[in-house]
């Protein structure tokens, strides 16, 4: 439980501005996962296990935003690449781990006849989860590029996806 909200926190505190995002209240979202993580963690302190114990997972993010700040901004379609590739990495990440919070992202909320309910679908849209591919193809490609430029072997003369319609 904790993993899963401060994975979503992080997410959302993460978000590029022009990313896609249903109507979701932010700051609110924010607030509640911090306040979700430090319960979690007392209830570990009260159950006598240590918070660097429930915590400790590395976080990739820091990983995946420096190989997607090398990304060229005119790939991503004027998109801030850094910013953009880490939300469609968790986005993706969320949905590969099994969490449903992603689904939140890429789905417009349905609003039931209790206000106090709202669906989404736990699925993503398949050209927003191909959409979500293609980025990280991108990554994945020029990740590669630069891999073959440092290693001073030729690099893939495989069509790049960007070049792809």
């Given at each position: 439980?904790?993993?899963?909200?401060?994975?979503?926190?992080?997410?959302?505190?993460?978000?590029?501005?022009?990313?896609?995002?249903?109507?979701?209240?932010?700051?609110?979202?924010?607030?509640?996962?911090?306040?979700?993580?430090a319960?979690?963690?007392?209830?570990?302190?009260?159950?006598?296990?240590?918070?660097?114990?429930?915590?400790?997972?590395?976080?990739?993010?820091?990983i995946?935003?420096?190989?997607?700040?090398?990304?060229?901004?005119?790939?991503?379609?004027?998109?801030?690449?850094?910013?953009?590739?880490?939300?469609?990495w968790?986005?993706?990440?969320?949905?590969?781990?099994?969490?449903?919070?992603p689904?939140k992202?890429?789905?417009?909320?349905?609003h039931?006849?209790?206000?106090r309910?709202?669906?989404?679908?736990?699925?993503?849209?398949?050209?927003r989860?191909?959409?979500?591919?293609?980025?990280?193809?991108?990554?994945?490609?020029?990740?590669?590029?630069?891999?073959?430029?440092?290693?001073?072997?030729?690099?893939?003369?495989?069509?790049?996806?960007?070049?792809?319609?």
């Amino acid at each position: 439980m904790h993993a899963q909200c401060v994975a979503e926190r992080e997410f959302v505190k993460g978000l590029a501005p022009d990313w896609y995002s249903s109507n979701v209240e932010i700051g609110e979202l924010i607030a509640s996962r911090t306040q979700r993580v430090a319960d979690v963690v007392s209830d570990g302190a009260y159950l006598g296990i240590d918070e660097s114990t429930i915590s400790k997972k590395p976080k990739d993010s820091k990983i995946v935003r420096a190989g997607a700040d090398r990304i060229p901004a005119a790939v991503l379609a004027g998109h801030q690449p850094g910013a953009y590739v880490v939300s469609e990495w968790r986005l993706l990440s969320g949905r590969a781990h099994g969490f449903h919070w992603p689904a939140k992202y890429a789905n417009d909320a349905r609003h039931c006849e209790n206000d106090r309910f709202v669906t989404y679908d736990v699925s993503i849209p398949l050209d927003r989860f191909l959409g979500s591919i293609r980025v990280a193809m991108i990554a994945a490609r020029v990740a590669m590029d630069r891999y073959a430029v440092l290693a001073d072997i030729e690099p893939t003369d495989a069509r790049k996806p960007w070049e792809l319609t």
